[in-house]
């Protein structure tokens, strides 16, 4: 069985920049552009890693993590963000989430995070 | 009442003769009768100009030529001069009084004559005398004032009633570049922008207003036009007659160019608010563009490992083509392997994906472009010409701006009405607009928070009459009723040191004045907050 792999970010040129990235990766990729296809998607399929953008609107990435550790507490939690001096360590920690990818990223780093994540 | 001076005589007597008949006469003046000899015309000169002398007698033994030096000497400064003759002799009188003698006594009558003659002579002379020191001290005082008024700092104008210049001080003629002493008798509001008979001298005069740092624009011959402060009011006499207006006037330059830089700084500050937010936004596009460009590289290498097989299999026809049969299974086996090759790594995929990848990242990079090329006019400092410009546009653009950095927390609408063209410094107004959004994402973020819940922001633009109407509302939290009354006060913040200039409602009133508008704000507690901009459209459109 392949590894199901959730990506969410609003802005679907990222979702097909990051698909296109992880092709290779052996990973069954769902994208949701928006909150609610991630929360869809999350009670519909078994989910083992979720990688998240933060600043969305309607919800913010850790948010969907939140949620996401409520409804698969196994699957891993792993955010993205383009600002992310503004997200703060503490927030990371009380949900569990692994790391903090920032944006621009480094393919080689960010298959490495991923690997790690669902070893 | 003040004691009389003691009486001075200086007694010019031949040299060598202290005991002379005349210097007996004159001691039996009175005590109060000082009397000193001396010698020489030159010695009488001198003492008579530089003391307090009432009178200098000549004694009958000085010599002619003496006493000729002594006239000419104190004719026209110093104190008159009684000459005593040996002999009544009318002709010889006549003659020294021509010189400058004020009078001349026979030495036989010497002792009445002379002292008649002696106190006449001082109480003449002393009346004259106090005269001239009056006469000098109004010259000193006048002096004085026209000295203090010529380097007073301000530009000093008086006018009379029909407001032409009968004083002005040197800054006067130099604020509105005018030659020295050229400005008495000119009509003064030729020096004044704008409707002259609405200028404020004019109605100091008219209606007897007070001006206290009015505001208006000097027009100089040279064509420079120069922002300025007038005081002025009515010139009244001590009876309360109307003399005409004194006015003066402070250049406004500098402090117009530091307010300027204030504004420009307020900018400056504002868009370092949103850079983290603009950072955010390029940091998306640039994110998949590397990504992609990654990825291609990969495909590109894969295309080549292709090519490779390509070339292998294109000799391998070749040779077919020249051997005949003995070729064909080298042909054949490398037909299956450019097959096994170009299924491995999805050859028909990686071309389309390639094509994908090329076209979001242009497509990337142009959004990048977009959002530094919007950062960039709004940064630009406006020239000193206005300039026909969109106002929908204006507020648009800096709309998108600051979208990037409240997209997370509100839901912007956006409403344009038709607008006419306005003659107007676009930088200044997008300026207004940014402070505007700026401050009802505040609001917004401090209602709602990290909630992931959206604020509402509705930007509507409108003609109304010859007004042209931006507002800005925001279901912020609101403005409470005494922090409304000061939004527009310099340095005045509700948020924390550092969260903010405190300057930018007070900027943003400023530029919306000089483009003779005006701003509104309304607001609830808890409710939100509503602020208008009211432009006066330009009278006539480019091309009308």
Redesign the interface.
């Known amino acids: 069985m392949k590894p199901v792999l959730l990506i969410v970010d609003d802005?679907i040129?990222?979702l097909?920049?990051?698909r296109?990235?992880l092709?290779k990766e052996g990973y069954e990729i769902l994208t949701a552009s928006t909150?609610q296809q991630a929360l869809a998607l999350l009670d519909e399929r078994e989910i083992d890693a979720i990688l998240s953008d933060h600043?969305?609107?309607?919800?913010?990435g850790l948010?969907i993590l939140g949620e996401a550790r409520r409804r698969r507490p196994g699957a891993a939690r792993l955010l993205i963000?383009?600002?992310p001096?503004?997200v703060q360590q503490r927030d990371l920690d009380a949900l569990g989430v692994q790391v903090l990818i920032?944006?621009?990223?480094d393919?080689a780093d960010l298959k490495a995070e991923l690997r790690s994540a669902l070893r | 009442m003040a004691q009389p001076a003691p009486v001075r005589i200086v007694l010019l007597g031949p040299p060598g003769a202290p005991e002379s008949a005349t210097l007996g006469a004159l001691s039996r003046l009175g005590a109060e009768v000082g009397v000193e000899p001396v010698a020489s015309a030159s010695a009488a000169g001198a003492r008579a100009l530089e003391s307090e002398v009432d009178l200098i007698v000549t004694d009958p033994g000085v010599r002619a030529s003496e006493l000729r030096a002594l006239l000419d000497r104190v004719r026209d400064e110093g104190p008159p001069v009684v000459v005593v003759l040996d002999r009544d002799d009318d002709a010889l009188a006549m003659d020294w009084f021509r010189r400058g003698a004020a009078d001349c006594v026979a030495a036989r009558s010497a002792d009445e004559a002379l002292a008649v003659a002696a106190l006449d002579v001082i109480r003449r002379h002393r009346a004259s005398r106090e005269r001239r020191l009056a006469e000098r001290r109004i010259a000193s005082l006048r002096r004085t004032t026209r000295n203090i008024i010529q380097n007073i700092h301000g530009a000093l104008l008086v006018v009379d009633g029909a407001c032409r210049v009968s004083y002005a001080n040197a800054p006067a003629e130099d604020l509105l570049g005018e030659p020295r002493g050229s400005l008495v008798g000119r009509v003064a509001t030729r020096w004044f922008a704008g409707d002259a008979a609405d200028t404020p001298l004019r109605r100091t005069l008219e209606k007897g207003e007070r001006f206290r740092g009015a505001e208006l624009l000097v027009e100089r011959s040279d064509g420079q036009r120069i922002p300025v402060a007038i005081f002025c009011g009515p010139m009244r006499d001590e009876q309360g007659r109307d003399l005409g207006a004194v006015a003066i006037l402070q250049d406004l330059s500098e402090m117009r160019r530091l307010q300027r830089q204030l504004f420009q700084s307020e900018k400056m500050a504002s868009i370092g608010q949103l850079a983290?937010?603009v950072?955010?936004?390029?940091?998306?596009?640039?994110?998949?563009?590397?990504?992609?460009l990654?990825?291609m590289e990969e495909y590109v290498a894969d295309l080549r490992r292709l090519w490779r097989r390509a070339r292998g299999l294109e000799s391998a026809a070749r040779s077919a083509l020249a051997t005949g049969a003995e070729g064909l299974e080298a042909l054949r086996s490398e037909l299956g392997a450019w097959r096994a090759e170009a299924d491995e790594l999805d050859a028909d995929f990686v071309l389309e994906?390639l094509g994908?990848?090329i076209r979001?990242s242009r497509?990337?990079s142009e959004r990048i472009r977009h959002i530094v090329q919007d950062l960039r006019t709004f940064a630009r400092p406006d020239g000193s010409q206005r300039v026909w410009a969109d106002v929908n546009q204006c507020v648009d653009s800096t709309a998108n701006i600051v979208w990037s950095l409240m997209?997370?927390a509100v839901?912007l609408h956006k409403d344009y009405g038709e607008l006419p063209a306005l003659l107007c410094h676009p930088g200044q107004l997008k300026q207004v607009f940014m402070n505007l959004l700026m401050n009802a994402y505040q609001a917004v973020v401090a209602r709602v928070g990290?909630s992931?819940e959206?604020g509402r922001i509705a930007i509507e633009t409108r003609r109304v009459g010859d007004q042209i109407v931006v507002s800005v509302q925001d279901q912020g939290i609101g403005i409470a009723p005494e922090a409304l009354a000061r939004v527009f006060d310099p340095f005045y913040s509700t948020r924390e040191v550092g969260a903010g200039t405190g300057l930018g409602l007070s900027t943003a009133f400023h530029l919306v004045s000089a483009h003779g508008g005006r701003i509104e704000a309304e607001s609830r507690e808890g409710a939100g907050s509503t602020f208008r901009v009211l432009l006066p459209a330009t009278p006539a459109g480019p091309g009308s």
């Open positions: 802005e040129r990222v097909s920049a990051l296109r990235a092709r909150p600043k969305m609107p309607g919800m913010t948010q963000s383009g600002w001096e503004a920032p944006k621009p990223w393919d | 983290a937010g950072a955010h936004e390029i940091n998306n596009p640039a994110g998949f563009i590397d990504a992609n990654f990825q994906d994908k990848a979001e497509e990337g997209k997370h839901e990290d992931g959206l």
